[in-house]
């Protein structure tokens, strides 16, 4: 695979920002569907890049992952309403708890699996039993917010608490940049620091790296942290545009999968770019489809991500970063000549 | 006469362990056996309650020469169907087979659809893939109200119209356990058979299995496809047994999570396994719900909460403590050699597993 440079990021990051900008002063009354697309790929992204980080490592797909951005909602909606703060103070609460969350399964449930050599099949139930243990969580804490404060805790939304750019909401804004942020602070710690450095080993050969005193557990359980609280801040943002639930999970799991699989599930930078393709497709592309054929087709929205995920495993199972484009141009310019 | 809550409580636990029982032994053969990860177990099983929802209605209302439309009229229609029915028991039976095997026939069409990608992805993106076909399956039940009336449901014609509101739940359950004892006893031969042994040949080692000439892709074919008509047959009866259909219920939780649950904890790979995990698990939920008010005083928040938490931690100490289940996968019975002695009875070896569990 070739090594993205830094302008990869910096064009992916302008790309993102154009979007936000096309989204912006058009008009007084910006159409809500730009704005949705940009925010929820956005999120999409960054649960992603969450999902494809602990999978590069451990190499299971975590199931539970969807439910740390539940963590998040419920960090936002009780920093924004319970204790009347600004629900941005709620980004740090989110990641560090949904981040331990996703520790904790690392260490205490997947790790001495792996220990005991159990089959990658059981990893992955071990992860939804895991993730059934977090929605009960959720809801139980959905109830007790309900019964102490009296304060609206499912199928809510925190709209009204977000702040305002010009006409804007200013999620709209922190949402592009943040993940630009942490794509460019990813890939300075990657590429620049021997923590990084360590990382890369671990993930192309944990024997051999571990021979070499790297510490490959500690390395795995870093990059659960860093996994499980990006996903804690996408979901403290998501409550910002869209509707917070403790069944969040399940209706984001598809998608997430999706844009990790378009993305390759081995590469960071494919989880922006399957991220984004899959938000913008699951919105804007729904919306072209319903004027071409009638609103109905909006109802069916959650089958974008299936079609994506069939799609890439038909064409290009290694997905976009497995595929050769310089090749792929050359047969291209060769067909056209 | 009326049945008491206990009567009801076990006719009840009976129709669910025996509905399970079935799915349960098709994703034991799948899974177990032939070491595929179904995570769209609800696909099948939902399929099949679909085509319960859709056909039989229809049939019924044609033949009593009732109009109108389905969806739209269901509640009305189906009461005078269900009418018609106590007069014509024999066209009632002779649709509700019908629609059994019809639903085994789509269920197997399924089934060879997700064996597209079953013979061809790793374990991990099979996974996925297949949890995306059970939720995308749901989402075309939701939405598309001529299958199964959308959000609000259909309800079905009752074979049992006939007999005597008190008896019709006892009459379906048993039913419901011949049915199931079938289905076991069916998933027993099957993998006794050398397609079982085959499978579990490619199972442990799909290389070797291949290199002495067998042809793996098809024996996976094959299970997937009769694993997935046993699950639709499954969906088929439970909609007939509670009398209606809505696709909200045909979820992940339910019909993917939990049957890989029961089985797990039985132990993978053997019929006695599921029988056992099945039934502690169907107790276990069934008792939550009977003594929810009791409970309710004793835990701080909603009850529904406990089964998730309890369930949820259990799976995970048993993945962790006794990965091979409550039972686990004996070796393949073969007839014995001469002089080899009986093996135990399954009394001496529960009570072996409960002497070990006490510290014995």
Redesign the interface.
């Known amino acids: 695979m070739r090594r993205p440079r830094p302008w990869h990021v910096a064009a992916g990051a302008a790309a993102a920002a154009a979007i936000a900008l096309a989204a912006s002063p058009a008009g007084p009354a910006p159409d809500p569907i730009l704005s949705a697309a940009v925010i929820y790929s956005s999120l999409l992204v960054l649960l992603a890049i969450g999902l494809t980080l602990t999978y590069m490592t451990t190499r299971v797909p975590n199931f539970a992952h969807a439910s740390s951005a539940a963590i998040g909602v419920y960090a936002a909606l009780v920093v924004s309403r319970v204790w009347e703060a600004s629900p941005y103070l709620a980004i740090p609460i989110a990641f560090a708890i949904a981040g331990a969350t996703s520790v904790s399964l690392y260490a205490l449930v997947l790790r001495p699996l792996i220990r005991k050599r159990a089959s990658q099949a059981i990893q992955m139930i071990s992860t939804l039993a895991f993730d059934l243990i977090l929605i009960a969580a959720l809801n139980i804490l959905a109830d007790h917010i309900v019964r102490e404060y009296h304060v609206t805790a499912r199928e809510f939304t925190l709209r009204s608490y977000d702040a305002q750019v010009g006409d804007l909401p200013a999620v709209l804004f922190v949402a592009p940049v943040a993940i630009a942020g942490i794509v460019i602070a990813l890939h300075l710690a990657l590429k620049r620091t021997r923590f990084g450095i360590a990382m890369r080993a671990t993930i192309e050969n944990p024997d051999l790296s571990s021979v070499v005193g790297i510490n490959v557990q500690r390395v795995y359980a870093v990059s659960w942290l860093l996994g499980g609280g990006l996903a804690g801040v996408a979901g403290a943002l998501m409550s910002l545009w869209f509707q917070g639930d403790p069944g969040l999970g399940a209706l984001l799991i598809p998608s997430i999968f999706a844009a990790s699989i378009v993305g390759g599930f081995t590469s960071i930078y494919g989880a922006v770019a399957g991220g984004a393709l899959v938000g913008l497709a699951e919105i804007l592309g729904t919306r072209w489809l319903a004027g071409e054929l009638g609103s109905w087709v909006i109802a069916y929205r959650p089958l974008v991500p299936l079609a994506f995920i069939a799609a890439t495993l038909m064409l290009a199972p290694r997905g976009l970063a497995g595929v050769d484009w310089r090749a792929l141009g050359r047969r291209l310019h060769v067909a056209r000549a | 006469m009326s049945l008491g809550p206990e009567a009801t409580f076990l006719v009840d636990l009976l129709a669910i362990y025996s509905i399970y029982l079935i799915i349960n032994t098709s994703l034991n053969l799948e899974?177990g056996y032939a070491?595929i990860?179904n995570?769209g177990k609800v696909l099948a099983v939902g399929v099949g309650a679909f085509v319960a929802a859709a056909v039989p209605g229809r049939v019924l209302a044609g033949m009593a020469g009732i109009g109108g439309d389905y969806i739209g009229d269901n509640i009305a229609i189906m009461a005078q169907v269900n009418a018609w029915l106590v007069d014509n028991t024999g066209a009632g039976f002779a649709v509700f087979f019908a629609t059994l095997a019809v639903a085994a026939a789509v269920g197997a069409a399924v089934g060879l659809a997700t064996a597209y990608?079953a013979i061809r992805?790793r374990?991990?993106?099979l996974?996925?893939?297949l949890?995306?076909?059970g939720?995308?399956m749901r989402?075309?039940g939701?939405?598309y109200a001529e299958i199964a009336g959308g959000t609000l449901g259909v309800q079905l014609p009752d074979p049992l119209a006939w007999l005597p509101q008190d008896l019709r739940f006892p009459a379906a359950t048993v039913g419901l356990v011949i049915m199931a004892a079938a289905a076991v006893i069916y998933g027993d031969r099957l993998v006794r058979s050398p397609l079982g042994r085959l499978l579990r040949a490619v199972r442990d080692n799909e290389l070797a299995a291949a290199s002495v000439g067998k042809d793996v892709m098809r024996a996976r074919t094959k299970t997937i496809m009769v694993a997935a008509a046993m699950a639709a047959v499954a969906g088929a009866l439970y909609a007939f047994y509670v009398g209606g259909a809505i696709s909200f219920a045909y979820d992940?939780?339910n019909w993917t999570?939990w049957p890989?649950?029961m089985v797990?904890i039985g132990g993978l790979a053997n019929s006695r396994g599921v029988l056992v995990g099945t039934l502690l698990f169907v107790l276990v939920r069934k008792l939550i719900t009977f003594y929810k008010d009791s409970l309710q005083g004793i835990v701080p928040?909603?009850v529904?909460?406990?089964?998730?938490?309890l369930?949820?931690?259990v799976?995970?100490a048993v993945?962790?403590y006794r990965?091979q289940g409550l039972l686990p996968e004996g070796p393949t019975p073969t007839i014995r050699a001469p002089g080899e002695a009986a093996p135990a009875p399954l009394s001496a070896r529960l009570a072996a597993i409960a002497r070990r569990l006490a510290g014995g």
């Open positions: 899974f070491g990860p995570f990608p992805l374990g991990d993106y996974a996925i893939t949890l995306a076909f939720e995308g989402v075309i939701i939405n992940r939780l999570f890989f649950m797990l928040f909603d529904v909460w406990l089964d998730y938490l369930l949820g931690a799976l995970i993945l962790l990965p």
